[in-house]
């Protein structure tokens, strides 16, 4: 049946991006703010993304992070978007996340991915065993689930917290392999259209078809993630959305700086090539006012059939950011007479 996205559950991915003229710590209280205001406009997730070395990205110790959020919310799901598992030993994994559902039972969520999330330098400074590899994935992932298991519990190795805990595991992907990973395991899984769109049809094709009912998931349930800039008018967010192709630029280029500030125009900025490159990286980014980026998402979401949506807003100004999210959380709903918040405090 069709799928309307006013009653589409909609989640936040959260890069922590950092702000050129701005700390990390700033980057640290904005994703406090944000996740307050999502709490209250009625989003189901909110996801940390685990990057390393990267100027423009705040969110590389992502347990902590996700400590932080929690702790500054009530209700809203918290949860990594994902964890790299490559990076890390299972059973780290596994208490991590254990503590963290033990300190808010219910609402953690853990995402695994099988790339490193970063370069491949610093990807052997964070293993240290070079023996390890991205090829280790499944069995990684079947070794996490068992820490996490109640059966667990007459081994020699526990997770102690995490043993028992439910906490709900994801498998994140920008190509085919954790889709059909996920389906064999009967996992839920969600995939990274937002950067990688290229494979986003076939992933979900193959987790569907090859899903087998488990303990964890009864049936298929995919999320995607895409790229949206909503501001009150399609021109504002176009300008909005420089800071975004800016980021995106440096991807291509192979640099890394902090999220910039908006610019007028991207002309003479990137040349025709670089403009092609981030059109076809980025071609899941939902850009304008809320006629248009309903009209956008409404169409991916028939496209798709994902069950649910997740949303990044590469934004510099944090008041745009969260209008952009509050305008994402009503789309498709009625908002005649509904004052419209300034983050100042006050209506306008």
Same mark, same amino acid.
């Given at each position: 049946?069709?799928?309307?996205?006013?009653?589409?559950?909609?989640?936040?991915?959260?890069?922590?991006?950092?702000?050129?003229?701005?700390?990390?710590?700033?980057?640290?209280?904005?994703?406090?703010?944000?996740?307050?205001?999502?709490?209250?406009?009625?989003?189901?997730?909110?996801?940390?993304?685990?990057?390393?070395?990267?100027?423009?990205?705040?969110?590389?110790?992502?347990?902590?992070?996700?400590?932080?959020?929690?702790?500054?919310?009530?209700?809203?799901?918290?949860?990594?978007?994902?964890?790299?598992?490559?990076?890390?030993?299972?059973?780290?994994?596994?208490?991590?996340?254990?503590?963290?559902?033990?300190?808010?039972?219910?609402?953690?969520?853990?995402?695994?991915?099988?790339?490193?999330?970063?370069?491949?330098?610093?990807?052997?400074?964070?293993?240290?065993?070079?023996?390890?590899?991205?090829?280790?994935?499944?069995?990684?992932?079947?070794?996490?689930?068992?820490?996490?298991?109640?059966?667990?519990?007459?081994?020699?190795?526990?997770?102690?917290?995490?043993?028992?805990?439910?906490?709900?595991?994801?498998?994140?992907?920008?190509?085919?392999?954790?889709?059909?990973?996920?389906?064999?395991?009967?996992?839920?899984? #969600?995939? &990274?259209?937002?950067? =990688?769109?290229?494979?986003? +049809?076939? !992933? %979900?094709?193959?987790? *569907?078809?090859?899903?087998? /009912?488990?303990?964890?998931?009864?049936?298929?349930?995919?999320?995607?993630?895409?790229?949206?800039?909503?501001?009150?008018?399609? #021109?504002? &967010?176009?300008?909005? =959305?420089?800071?975004?192709? +800016?980021? !995106? %630029?440096?991807?291509? *280029?192979?640099?890394?700086? /902090?999220?910039?500030?908006?610019?007028?125009?991207?002309?003479?900025?990137?040349?025709?090539?670089?403009?092609?490159?981030?059109?076809?990286?980025?071609?899941?980014?939902?850009?304008?006012?809320?006629?248009?980026?309903?009209?956008?998402?409404?169409?991916?979401?028939?496209?798709?059939?994902?069950?649910?949506?997740?949303?990044?807003?590469?934004?510099?100004?944090?008041?745009?950011?969260?209008?952009?999210?509050?305008?994402?959380?009503?789309?498709?709903?009625?908002?005649?007479?509904?004052?419209?918040?300034?983050?100042?405090?006050?209506?306008?």
């Amino acid at each position: 049946m069709p799928k309307n996205i006013a009653e589409l559950p909609v989640s936040i991915l959260d890069l922590a991006a950092i702000r050129d003229g701005y700390t990390p710590a700033d980057t640290f209280r904005n994703s406090l703010d944000l996740a307050q205001h999502a709490e209250r406009w009625g989003y189901k997730r909110f996801w940390l993304a685990e990057h390393h070395n990267m100027a423009s990205i705040a969110s590389s110790a992502t347990s902590v992070l996700i400590g932080h959020i929690a702790g500054g919310t009530s209700t809203i799901r918290v949860g990594s978007g994902g964890i790299m598992l490559p990076n890390h030993a299972p059973l780290v994994v596994a208490e991590q996340f254990g503590t963290l559902a033990t300190l808010y039972p219910g609402r953690i969520d853990l995402g695994l991915g099988r790339a490193p999330g970063t370069d491949q330098l610093t990807a052997h400074a964070l293993r240290r065993d070079l023996q390890g590899s991205v090829n280790d994935f499944p069995q990684n992932v079947q070794e996490l689930l068992t820490y996490l298991s109640a059966e667990n519990r007459t081994s020699r190795v526990r997770a102690i917290p995490g043993e028992g805990s439910d906490v709900p595991v994801w498998l994140l992907g920008s190509s085919t392999y954790s889709a059909q990973l996920a389906g064999y395991l009967g996992l839920p899984f #969600a995939f &990274a259209s937002h950067f =990688a769109p290229t494979h986003l +049809q076939a !992933a %979900l094709n193959l987790y *569907r078809s090859n899903f087998r /009912p488990s303990q964890y998931l009864a049936a298929p349930y995919a999320a995607a993630c895409v790229n949206v800039i909503a501001a009150d008018t399609d #021109a504002e &967010a176009d300008r909005l =959305a420089t800071s975004f192709y +800016q980021l !995106a %630029l440096g991807i291509i *280029r192979g640099t890394s700086k /902090p999220l910039q500030r908006p610019i007028d125009s991207m002309e003479g900025v990137w040349s025709d090539m670089e403009e092609e490159a981030v059109g076809q990286m980025m071609s899941y980014s939902f850009i304008g006012g809320p006629a248009r980026v309903q009209r956008q998402v409404q169409q991916f979401v028939d496209a798709t059939q994902i069950d649910e949506l997740l949303a990044v807003a590469h934004i510099y100004d944090h008041a745009a950011r969260l209008r952009s999210y509050e305008l994402l959380a009503n789309l498709g709903q009625p908002t005649a007479g509904r004052p419209v918040t300034d983050y100042a405090g006050q209506s306008r």
